[in-house]
């Protein structure tokens, strides 16, 4: 994927892209809608879930069906089409090709507003519905979207706009054939504008955004949610400011700030673009909007919108850039310092510059830099007590403690025999991993220990890395004390990451940490409308999973795919179906998890499901899925949480708190983005 990213001019962000892998290229309209009553397409209005329906919305309100093709969900050309079968009348399946809108912005804007059990609206313009269709897009987006408005032409779509007259009356007044409601530079918020367009174009700019903060205002107070979302802008190809050669879009996100009732505009945000193509700048400006909203989620009260963090973003790099998010640390520019002119970036942005951890191999046998980390008293800790947990500081981050504030706490033996792990953040401060007896105590009344197997999935990517990284040292070490070659007593060298043996004899050994390759396989019938899944004894009630298993001396992946799927459920898999889908470390003991995507073979009968005959030492049962049943256990996950850990989901089952039939893995674990993969891409 070609990207190239154009530096910001302050508070407004620039993009140049290409987008060729999972954007649609083409919009095709249906010929029937090309109608010349202009009411035809003047606007739509998604609405679902039990959120109030919008007042006075009668008129003009088109089906989804409808709304789906007037606003872009209709496309061809190259895109990460998934086909899939639809079944009519009991006729044949015929396979269609469609284009799922959900890209990785949307769905981390679905899960965060979940895991905060907050809501949103939208209401567009030039994007024509593209950015509610990327939420309903998402699986589970019904719990936070209360549906969204499409506003296309201001002058005849005022009882779409909440049946709100004043508000309509505002909005005219912002057209940029009248003069602008406030021309006072101050109140526009520092989003500063290309001083190579015309004066035309500025003010037409200017008057988006006066729309879009008033609409986003109107919308968060009328649906009463959260977060309103208010997009416009210009998509091209023609547009009616002279000199205006490509596309832009204004972006505001309306909503409380914490211990206020009052509803203000959290953050505001210019997006333009170099080209006039509307397909890719519709995609380009709605991705923004779900970017722009997931900064206002991760700023929390903190976010203003006179100091907009900036952040480009590839969509390559979607989820490296969620991850940053996730970490927490602001990722901000000072407006005042960015010159106004076009600055092209030499080489293209390299995704790595945002890495937060650093595990810094290259350094741990230089002793002096060593010994200075060691020394560090900010140098920050993974505590972790016993090999089976971890000290959290919330239910999504780890408390990486400080030296200073531990050292203390803990017998000074334990800090000498503490794990370099690398180096973190921008200030690049040494991490170590701290290893405690089980019956340590916490260092302070906030923080708390919990298993690292069941509650590591629920902390954010970064944190989750480093609990996993910590555990796969301690758990090496304590197994790997004696050297396998001469069975001499071993010691750490290298800040812990390697070890050596201590013989005599003039042979020295070295010995690094290991993890062993592990398969995790969710199979399907050949037409994917149902998921094998099991369930092993030390798994809760109700929860079911992949297949897994150990991959043999000589044996390559696919192989292991196919010999543990049969000798667990008996079910035969077809070679040529296994695609690989993820990985992920699994310390417990010392797993590295390659998963796959597989299908059984096929027949005569695409829809038939294959006899199953379960491995009893292996399984407690096995059962092929229904899509609805796993779509629906997916939810329930992620409303439960650590539905790994037994007691948590015996005590909600006894409690009455759940009557379903089926748990799967929460989210962080690779067996749940198997599942997940599965649903989005049929």
Known sequence: MNNTIRRPLR?????????????????????????????????????????????????????????ASLNGAIFEGESTNATHTSKRNGSKSAKRESTSFATPLFQSLVERLKSNKQTCTVVESSC????????????????VYFGGTVAYSTKRSGKLLCGDEDLHKRLLNVSPENKPIDSNPENWHNLHFDPMLSEETQQYIQSKIQWTREAALAYC???????????????????RPEGMKAGFAVLAVAGH?????????????????????RTDNMRLFADSAADLCIEVLNAGPEVSAENNNMRLFAD???????????????????????????????????????????????????????????????????????????????????????????????????FDRRTFLGRLGPE???????????????????????????????????????????????????????????????????????????NKNGETHFHWPRQDPSIIVLVTNPSSTHALLARSPRHPPYLYTALAGFVEAGENMECAVAREVYEESGVAVDGNSVEYVGSQSWPFPRSCMIGFHAKTHSSRNVDELAAINIDPDELVDAKWFEKEDVYQATRDADTMGAVMERKLVEERIASGGWNGKLFVPSKGVLARTLIDKWLESN
């Open 11 to 67: 508070s407004s962000i620039f993009f140049s892209r290409t987008l060729q892998s999972t954007n649609p290229r083409k919009l095709v309209w249906q010929e029937n809608l090309r109608s010349s009553n202009p009411r035809t397409a003047l606007g739509c209005i998604f609405h679902f879930s039990s959120a109030p329906p919008l007042s006075s919305a009668k008129p003009y309100i088109a089906s989804n069906s409808i709304a």
């Open 428 to 502: 690049q401060t040494p991490l170590f991993a701290l290893f405690l007896p089980e019956d340590a105590a916490t260092p302070d009344e906030k923080s708390y220990f919990a298993n690292t197997r069941t509650r590591a999935p629920m902390l954010t990517p970064l944190h989750n890395e480093l609990a996993l990284t910590a555990t796969a040292y301690i758990n090496w070490q304590k197994t790997h004390q004696y050297c396998n070659v001469c069975g001499s007593p071993l010691e750490l060298i290298y800040g812990g990451t390697c070890s050596k043996c201590t």
């Open 128 to 143: 024509g519905g593209l950015i509610s269709a990327s939420l309903m897009s998402v699986p589970g987006s019904s719990t």
């Open 221 to 239: 107070r009328h649906l009463d949610t959260d977060f309103a979302i208010a997009e416009g802008g210009a998509t091209g190809p023609t547009f």
């Open 257 to 277: 700030r914490k211990g206020s009732d009052e509803i203000e505009i959290l953050a505001q945000r210019v997006v333009y673009s170099d080209s006039a193509d």
């Open 316 to 414: 390559s790099a979607a989820d490296l850039c969620i991850e940053v998010l996730n970490a927490g640390p602001e990722v901000s520019a000072d407006v005042n310092g960015i010159s106004t002119e076009y600055t092209q970036m030499d080489d293209e942005w390299d995704a790595t510059e945002t890495l937060l951890f650093d595990r810094s191999s290259g350094i741990r046998n230089n002793s002096e830099i060593m010994k200075d980390f060691y020394q560090r008293p900010d140098a920050m800790h993974v505590v972790v007590r016993g090999a089976t947990e971890v000290l959290f500081a919330t239910s999504k981050e780890l408390a990486l403690a400080p030296y200073k504030d531990i050292h203390g706490t803990y017998a000074t033996t334990f």
